[in-house]
């Protein structure tokens, strides 16, 4: 059964970077469109960005445009999402997901597989 494993978070100060990822125990993870999901204090979880399988089309969470990128690497069945630009409302416990199919739906999924378990960004003032 596919498991993902996020790592890259963080403590950062506002303009700092992080790079998060988001590894699959098989290569099926590659099939799928992989989603990252952050959830605030307070919040509900809400999607941030989304890849599909082929790495072809990208989608953001408007906020994160042109300051997140999302991207993936075949060989090592990872995702990753390059955060730049930080700020104090990036932080959350930031999720991947893999989804049922190929494609993303909008910034999400259209169904979830799997959910890694969290890793914790941190921009504090």
């Known amino acids: 059964q596919l498991q993902l494993v996020e790592s890259g978070g963080g403590v950062v100060e506002p303009g700092g970077s992080l790079r998060l990822s988001c590894a699959g125990s098989?290569?099926?993870?590659?099939?799928?469109?992989v989603a990252w999901f952050r959830e605030a204090p307070g919040k509900e979880r809400e999607a941030v960005s989304c890849?599909?399988?082929?790495?072809?089309?990208?989608h953001y969470k408007e906020s994160v445009r042109g300051r997140f990128t999302i991207s993936r690497e075949h060989a090592k069945n990872t995702v990753y999402l390059q955060m730049n630009n930080l700020k104090p409302e990036d932080t959350g416990l930031y999720y991947c997901?893999?989804?049922?199919?190929?494609?993303?739906?909008?910034?999400?999924?259209?169904?979830?597989?799997?959910w890694g378990q969290g890793t914790q960004v941190t921009v504090y003032l």
């Open positions: 890849i599909s399988s082929g790495g072809r089309m990208s």
């Open positions: 098989e290569p099926t993870s590659t099939k799928r469109a």
């Open positions: 997901a893999a989804g049922e199919f190929s494609y993303c739906q909008g910034v999400g999924l259209p169904a979830v597989s799997v």
